[in-house]
């Protein structure tokens, strides 16, 4: 699977509207994504969403096979891998016979019972007798006597039975069939050059081009899709296609100019019948763009601004949805890619300890998921304990780590309050579990010493330097919340004491983003000294 960039400004998108289209080159961009903003899909949040590839939560695989299972052309297939029980007769290229085509179409319920089978129900079953045996649910051989039949493979009683690995397994290799056929389809304009007579080797690498310029974009595509899915609260999965096309399109930093809007629109319409074949295999859910759009004339208006889109009138342009199978066999092709591609509860499968090193130190992550995991049925005392044990220590990760178990200790709730008692005199962890003892409303919590405090303002504000990767935006906020008297001199003089290893950091980070002239310029000089005390 292609890795998922954004295209430059000077990157050509693939395909071609029809003439006289209304689509988003003639509606102003906004009007696409605030149709859907109360789903909560706006442009900052899905662009934020798409720096790595995050978790993502799975149903079990046996319920994934079972969803599997449901696919019609899945169980087509399977139906008719049974009928073809003992053996059937095929042509020379493994194709029912002409007097088995239609009952065929009648076994899997797309023609009536008595009279002539449709011929579009026909080419659907054939269809389904393809795919069964591209994925060896039949087996295709030649009798002594040179006669061609079709013979149940070796795996179709394990997938009827409903076996997960084996069901998940041939619906993964459907999904990646049609996944290609998709892509032939899109360059199936120049397809004809093969075909002809003319055809040049420039004519056939164009062909070969087009080809892989439809691979790409379409892996983009479910590339954004899985990450905006992992993102997205349960019920507002589904996403407009004209911002799929806008996320693929638009450069990092750029609003969209009048040509990025046409751009986008090229690529609404090269994505939108490569969608549309893989809703067929339960990838995803799709709303295909509204083929009436095409023949919709401007007529007196063409030179009036266009209307306001309400949702249902912007679901018109496509409305895409990726399915829990479809994460499933798209975190498959990233894995297999090499791509990281963890599930959400990879890392709370072990101890404390190993929860919070493993979401301290992970890239792509999302930590109160993983939380909420790991403290799911555990016993609220006996849990803290153990997260509060695993969060001490002096090396480079423990203030996330203490930042981390306090979220732990506010998911366990009041009544892990017997194990943060244990620790109000623990050096590392006193300040800590008392800030959160009197969020719960605790009122005998005694204060900290003086000593405790400044360690834990240090530690607090490191944590948030780990946990930020030092963004400015994101800091400035908490340097002005820092209890800064009004002698600075005297608070910094204590600060830059304190015995931590983010002290100097702290410090420095203290001066260049304090608005406050003064209390900047303490802050950088307590953090020379420090500094030097090292």
Not at 87 to 114: I, K, N, S, W, Y
Not at 394 to 406: E, G, N, Q, S
Request: net charge negative; hydrophobic share 45%.
């Amino acid at each position: 699977m292609a890795a998922r960039r954004r295209r430059n400004a000077d990157t050509p998108a693939a395909g071609a509207p029809g003439e006289g289209a209304v689509l988003p080159a003639d509606l102003e961009l906004q009007d696409l994504y605030g149709a859907f903003a109360a789903h909560g899909l706006d442009d900052d949040d899905l662009d934020d969403a798409a720096v790595l590839v995050p978790p993502v939560t799975l149903p079990s695989e046996a319920e994934l096979a079972e969803q599997a299972k449901a696919v019609p052309m899945i169980g087509w297939a399977l139906k008719l891998a049974r009928w073809a029980a003992p053996h059937r007769a095929v042509d020379e290229l493994g194709d029912l016979t002409g007097p088995d085509r239609a009952p065929a179409a009648r076994l899997l319920g797309l023609a009536p019972e008595q009279g002539d089978a449709p011929q579009e129900a026909v080419v659907e079953a054939m269809r389904a007798w393809s795919l069964a045996c591209d994925l060896d649910l039949v087996e295709i051989g030649t009798t002594a006597a040179g006669e061609h039949v079709a013979v149940p493979g070796p795996d179709l009683e394990q997938a009827e039975a409903g076996d997960p690995e084996t069901v998940l397994e041939l619906w993964l290799t459907a999904a990646g069939i049609v996944r290609e056929l998709a892509v032939e389809a899109d360059s199936q304009e120049l397809e004809s050059a093969e075909d002809t007579a003319e055809a040049d080797e420039d004519g056939l690498n164009e062909v070969e081009d087009a080809r892989d310029e439809a691979a790409e974009l379409l892996d983009e595509a479910l590339q954004v899709l899985y990450e905006t899915t992992a993102f997205a609260e349960p019920g507002n999965e589904t996403v407009p296609l004209g911002v799929l096309a806008a996320l693929l399109v638009v450069p990092e930093g750029e609003e969209p100019s009048d040509e990025l809007l046409g751009d986008i629109t090229d690529v609404m319409v090269a994505l939108d019948p490569m969608l549309a074949d893989l809703a067929e295999l339960g990838v995803l859910e799709y709303r295909p763009i509204d083929p009436e759009l095409f023949d919709e004339e401007e007529g007196e208006d063409e030179q009036a601004e266009p209307a306001e889109l309400d949702e249902a009138e912007s679901a018109r342009f496509g409305l895409v949805r990726l399915t829990p199978l479809g994460q499933y066999g798209i975190r498959q092709w990233l894995l297999e890619d090499g791509y990281d591609a963890p599930l959400v509860g990879d890392l709370a499968r072990g101890d404390a300890a190993e929860l919070l090193r493993g979401i301290s130190e992970a890239t792509n992550v999302l930590p109160e998921e993983e939380l909420k995991v790991w403290v799911a049925g555990r016993e609220p005392v006996a849990a803290a304990r153990e997260l509060l044990a695993a969060a001490r220590g002096t090396d480079a990760y423990a203030p996330m780590r203490r930042l981390l178990c306090h979220s732990a200790l506010s998911l366990l709730g009041a009544p892990a309050e017997p194990a943060a008692r244990e620790v109000l005199d623990d050096p590392e962890l006193g300040g800590g579990v008392r800030a959160w003892l009197v969020s719960l409303g605790v009122a005998d919590v005694p204060a900290p010493d003086r000593a405790m405090a400044l360690w834990t303002v240090v530690d607090a504000f490191a944590a948030q330097l780990l946990d930020t990767g030092g963004d400015p935006d994101q800091l400035r906020e908490l340097v002005t919340e820092l209890p800064v008297t009004d002698e600075p001199v005297g608070y910094f003089g204590e600060l830059w004491r304190v015995e931590h290893p983010y002290t100097a950091d702290v410090l420095e980070a203290v001066g260049e983003l304090h608005p406050d002239r003064a209390v900047a310029k303490e802050a950088r000089k307590a953090a020379f000294k420090a500094r030097s005390r090292g």
